[in-house]
């Protein structure tokens, strides 16, 4: 079973800057995509970013020009670098992982990590 841990939450003044990671562990054959999400007091969960495998992007228009996320394959590791951060971008942040195979010709799966707070102080 993958394992989904983030990591590079936490407080920080608007304006500023974190860098979110996360790192995929367990015995898995391949993931197709990784996203970011986040989710707001009250508010329903939103894709924020996503990247492929083969490193195709998307953003939400929010913080289209503020985020940007990589990843490292040889780590299993994805990134979110969150720049001139606002106070509405204050949610909790999960890792998402879609296409998770455990074999060649498995039908792919989805899975969450468990999520890290990102805190933006106006």
């Known amino acids: 079973q993958v394992r989904l841990v983030e990591s590079g939450g936490g407080l920080v003044q608007a304006g500023g800057s974190l860098r979110l990671s996360c790192a995929a562990s367990?015995?898995?054959?391949?993931?197709?995509?990784t996203g970011w999400y986040r989710q707001a007091p009250g508010k329903q969960r939103e894709l924020v970013a996503g990247?492929?495998?083969?490193?195709?992007?998307n953003y939400a228009d929010s913080v289209k020009g503020r985020f940007t996320i990589s990843r490292d394959n040889a780590k299993n590791t994805v990134y979110l670098q969150m720049n001139s951060l606002k106070p509405e971008d204050t949610a909790v942040y999960y890792c998402?992982?879609?296409?998770?195979?455990?074999?060649?010709?498995?039908?792919?799966?989805?899975?969450w990590g468990q999520g890290t707070q990102v805190t933006v102080s106006s």
């Open positions: 998402h992982a879609d296409g998770v195979k455990y074999y060649p010709g498995d039908y792919g799966r989805t899975s």
């Open positions: 367990g015995s898995f054959f391949s993931i197709n995509a």
């Open positions: 990247i492929t495998f083969r490193g195709r992007t």
